[in-house]
């Protein structure tokens, strides 16, 4: 069975920083594509970041140059760093592989001062 487990997430001023963690199972992690979405109140869920088996990265125009996304394959877990956040940063945010398993509990990131 496909798990994704998110953690990190919390309450931050705007300008902070915030290192959000998922962790996988299930899956034969490092031969997929995996992405950070987020989904704010009464909004669709978006993916924000991507990163290939080999590392490749690609990030939404909203948050490209404040995030990085990593992975690290031998603990079958991806990353999120988040700095700079802005109050239009605050949502529940998932980790899914890009083709798209089962979605998680997701982590709250709240950015408000």
């Known amino acids: 069975q496909v798990q994704f487990v998110e953690s990190g997430g919390g309450l931050v001023q705007p300008g902070g920083s915030l290192r959000l963690s998922c962790a996988a199972s299930g899956i034969i992690f490092s031969i997929y594509s995996m992405g950070w979405y987020r989904q704010a109140p009464g909004k669709q869920r978006e993916l924000v970041a991507r990163i290939s088996p080999g590392e490749d990265t690609n990030y939404a125009d909203s948050v490209k140059g404040r995030f990085t996304i990593s992975r690290d394959n031998a603990k079958n877990a991806v990353y999120l760093q988040m700095n700079s956040l802005k109050p239009e940063d605050t949502a529940v945010y998932y980790c899914?592989?890009?083709?798209?398993?089962?979605w998680g509990q997701g982590t709250q990131v709240t950015v408000s001062s």
């Open positions: 899914n592989s890009i083709v798209g398993h089962s």
